[in-house]
């Protein structure tokens, strides 16, 4: 029997509640991606060029370090993976976070929160941080409610 697991990364809380519905619709296990530094106010203003996430989102190279964890990732074959796009992306946190784990062989199914933007290029960015993983893009998550998350989980 197959094992989902249900990771995310949120900066203002909109992400997490999403994934905790997730979670409890899916009955896969729930996982925070937690920054060593959590993210203010100021880091998370996108029209200063100079904010932390301005920095991070123009210089795809930046891996922002995430706090340590203590799971096995070898025990899930199918992650759905969270975050806010963040410049029509996703925030290079969640490169730190692939790249951490061996994930070939493993279907990762994106949902996102966004304040206006779709996607992207999400898919092709994330792809190099986890070879031989499969990332799907999955679908936006804004002002849904739990019946419209059932009904996503449902179709994965």
Known sequence: MSK?????FSASGNT???AETIAQESGFDLHEIVPETAYTKDDLNWMDKKSRS???MN???IRPAVKKSDIDMSCYDKIILG???WWYVAPTIINT???EYELTGKKIILFATSGGSGFGNTVKELQPSAPGAEIVEGKLLN???RQEISEWVKQL
Not at 4 to 8: K, M
């Open 4 to 8: 989902g697991l249900v990771a995310y």
């Open 16 to 18: 997490k509640k999403i």
């Open 54 to 56: 301005s920095v991070e």
């Open 59 to 61: 210089d795809k190279s």
């Open 83 to 85: 975050f806010p796009i």
């Open 97 to 99: 976070f692939l790249e």
């Open 143 to 145: 002002n849904v409610s």
